[in-house]
T-cell receptor, first 114, second 114 residues
Framework: DAKTTQPPSMDCAEGRAANLPCNHS???????VYWYRQIHSQGPQYIIH???NNETNEMASLIITEDRKSSTLILPHATLRDTAVYYC???????????????FGQGTILTVHP | EAQVTQNPRYLITVTGKKLTVTCSQN?????MSWYRQDPGLGLRQIYY???????DKGDVPEGYKVSRKEKRNFPLILESPSPNQTSLYFC?????????????FGQGTRLTVV
């Protein structure tokens, strides 16, 4: 799996967009970018994933640069409940004969303040 | 409701006393795994299972056993717990065949070995 680099911490005001960057400059062509978050000692929660196109779901948007060396997770209207550790993971997709392991780094601690 | 259920949530035990942490999922997922989380070390995979009766070691398997006799259950067994196994444990499950993007995690088991 490609190594990912994230800032250790970020702040965001409630109601504003939170933009969390992730660098994955050594990502290979068959590796996806996943985002998870972990709210204080709870189990990690899947947020979104993508390969090369931008993606959006009910939780967030994922913007991947054209060269795929970096990405940004966007929480459009952050709330206090979005305070969590956010993990960016680059990992290849499973096929019928292998199992992909999610390798969590240190992540970014996002603090949303009133 | 789709969920991964771990029991117990909290456990304090003594060195050498065998224990089992149960994990059950109700999503008919093929893949299940166990992680431990320690401060400064992040989440590390202990064991994983690709399907019933198919298990394999993750990054830190020493001192642990697992079994997968039924698709829904994946217990973690500590035959002779030691203090260095004091940790926060998470069970996870995900669909098979290329759909590992969305892994569901349990709420965690905080284990203390004294």
């Amino acid at each position: 799996d490609a190594k990912t680099t994230q800032p250790p911490s970020m702040d965001c005001a409630e109601g504003r967009a939170a933009n969390l960057p992730c660098n994955h400059s050594t990502i290979s062509g068959n590796e996806y970018v996943y985002w998870y978050r972990q709210i204080h000692s709870q189990g990690p929660q899947y947020i979104i994933h993508g390969l090369k196109n931008n993606e959006t779901n009910e939780m967030a948007s994922l913007i991947i640069t054209e060269d795929r060396k970096s990405s940004t997770l966007i929480l459009p209207h952050a709330t206090l409940r979005d305070t969590a550790v956010y993990y960016c993971i680059a990992s290849r997709r499973l096929d019928s004969t292998s199992y992909g392991k999610l390798t969590f780094g240190q992540g970014t601690i996002l603090t949303v303040h009133p | 409701e789709a969920q991964v259920t771990q029991n117990p949530r909290y456990l304090i035990t003594v060195t050498g006393k065998k224990l089992t942490v149960t994990c059950s999922q109700n999503m008919n997922h093929e893949y299940m795994s166990w992680y431990r989380q320690d401060p400064g070390l992040g989440l590390r995979q202990i064991y994983y299972s690709m399907n019933v009766e198919v298990t394999d070691k993750g990054d830190v398997p020493e001192g642990y056993k697992v079994s997968r006799k039924e698709k829904r259950n994946f217990p973690l067994i500590l035959e002779s717990p030691s203090p260095n196994q004091t940790s926060l444990y998470f069970c996870a499950s995900s669909p098979g065949q290329g759909a590992m993007f969305e892994a569901f995690f349990g709420q965690g088991t905080r284990l203390t070995v004294v």
